[in-house]
C-alpha cells in the first residue's frame, strides 16, 4: 500500500467513524487505525484525536478495540485515554 493509499483509506476510516453508530462497524473501524499507525507514524495526531472519542463508547468491544489501537500509536499522549479504559467499570 502506498502512502497515498494509506492516508485515503486513513481518510474513509475517519469519515466512518464519525457517522456510524453501530458497535461492530466501529470496532472494526478501530482496528483498522491501529493497523494505519503501526505503518505510518505521521498519522498519530489524527489518530489520537479519533480515538479519544471512543474511548468513552457505550460498547465494550470499542473499548477494548480502542485499546488494542492506542497500543499501536508511539505516543506518550495516549496514557491518559489507556487509563481511563483500564479504569471502566463497566467493561
Known sequence: MTQTQLFKSFDL?????????????????????????RKDKK???????????TTYDQSEKTCCATAAAFSSVDSNDTIPFLLTLLNDCDG
Do not use: D, M, P, W
Request: proline share 0%; aromatic share 6%.
Open 13 to 37: 476510516a475517519e469519515s466512518i467513524l464519525q457517522r456510524e453508530s453501530f458497535a461492530s462497524v466501529k470496532t472494526a473501524t478501530v482496528n483498522a487505525i491501529g493497523h494505519f499507525c
Open 43 to 53: 498519522l498519530t495526531n489524527r489518530a489520537i484525536k479519533l480515538l479519544s472519542k
